[in-house]
Nanobody, 116 residues
Framework: QVQLVESGGGLVQPGGSLRLSCAAS????????MGWYRQAPGKERGWVAD???????RYPVSVKGRFTISRDNAKNTVYLQMNSLKPEDTAVYYC??????????WGQGTQVIVSS
């Protein structure tokens, strides 16, 4: 059963913005830490951002100040606002849920291409 579905990816020029969405099933969203990861061709999957059920956020240095993760608990949706995009941000972006019972759920990913 599909439990995480990403959307919002696409082609954008350097310096542009995109907003990704991840719709989750309510059974795994409540109380879960939600996160975004990305994987570029030929590179390892890397952590982009996460947010707790209470709204606390964390980012790696590579995206801090440019990306913002947020969640709407009423809609069971997590977002990733990406600003000042760079070519090195090009990757498939994945949504992840880490539940209170320590189970992981992953979405299928959405492609982001930053190119002129």
């Amino acid at each position: 059963q599909v439990q995480l579905v990403e959307s919002g990816g696409g082609l954008v020029q350097p310096g542009g913005s995109l907003r990704l969405s991840c719709a989750a099933s309510g059974s795994i969203f409540s109380g879960s830490v939600m996160g975004w990861y990305r994987q570029a061709p030929g590179k390892e999957r890397g952590w982009v951002a996460d947010i707790t059920s209470g709204g606390s956020t964390r980012y790696p240095v590579s995206v801090k100040g440019r990306f913002t993760i947020s969640r709407d608990n009423a809609k069971n949706t997590v977002y990733l606002q990406m600003n000042s995009l760079k070519p090195e941000d090009t990757a498939v972006y994945y949504c992840k849920a880490y539940t209170l019972s320590r189970q992981e759920y992953w979405g299928q990913g959405t492609q982001v291409i930053v190119s002129s």
